[in-house]
């Protein structure tokens, strides 16, 4: 028996040592918010957190996270009060098909609770891993960089908001061009 310790909480698992995490996941309790795809670490679906590092659990043995803390997607939201990152993909429209962004979610999270200002070159390399099969790259590069925003706020949305509306109204007194606008938004 292993005990494995998911989203705060404890599961008291008899493994045989041969299940991957996602399978533990899926089959065993029915947390099915990761999602499963290649199965050979290609496509990053199945991301989750493990002690605070995005990591594929399609090739993590389950037997090997003992005493480990995971989290899945499940376990970021606050009853109904969903976490920044998730609010952020929401807000910005980077969910389309819906199939990655678990795992996307997942490997950002893990980038913002380290840097929550990280900068576009960052965001690409903690999202390598992630494919994305609609494209929807740009809303997502906006939603991470946003929900790094409120983190780094304490969660505060409202801050966040009005600190990116001085900063639009600074910006627009000075009289500058819409390019130069995107540029300073990207840093």
């Not at 998730?86 to 819906?98: K, L």
Request: with cysteine; charged share 25%; proline share 3%.
């Amino acid at each position: 028996m292993k005990k494995l310790t998911i989203n705060n909480k404890e599961y008291l698992l008899d493994l045989k040592g041969h299940e991957t995490l996602l399978e533990v996941l899926r089959d065993k309790l029915s947390l099915t918010g990761t999602k499963t795809a290649c199965e050979e670490s290609e496509c990053g679906t199945c991301t989750v957190e493990i002690n605070g590092k995005a990591v594929l659990s399609c090739i993590t043995l389950a037997a090997d996270i003992e005493g480990e803390a995971v989290t899945t997607i499940e376990g970021l939201a606050d009853g109904d009060k969903l976490h920044p990152v998730q609010q952020a993909y929401v807000d910005y429209g980077a969910v389309q098909c819906g199939f990655c962004i678990p795992g996307m979610i997942m490997s950002s999270k893990a980038l913002l609770d380290k840097n929550p200002s990280p900068t576009q070159e960052e965001i690409e390399y903690a999202l390598d891993g992630n494919i994305c099969r609609c494209a929807g790259y740009p809303k997502i590069f906006d939603a991470v960089r946003k929900a790094g925003e409120v983190m780094k706020n304490g969660g505060n949305l409202e801050q966040a908001v009005v600190a990116a509306q001085d900063k639009f109204k600074s910006t627009m007194a000075k009289g500058i061009t819409y390019e130069d606008f995107l540029k300073m938004k990207q840093t």
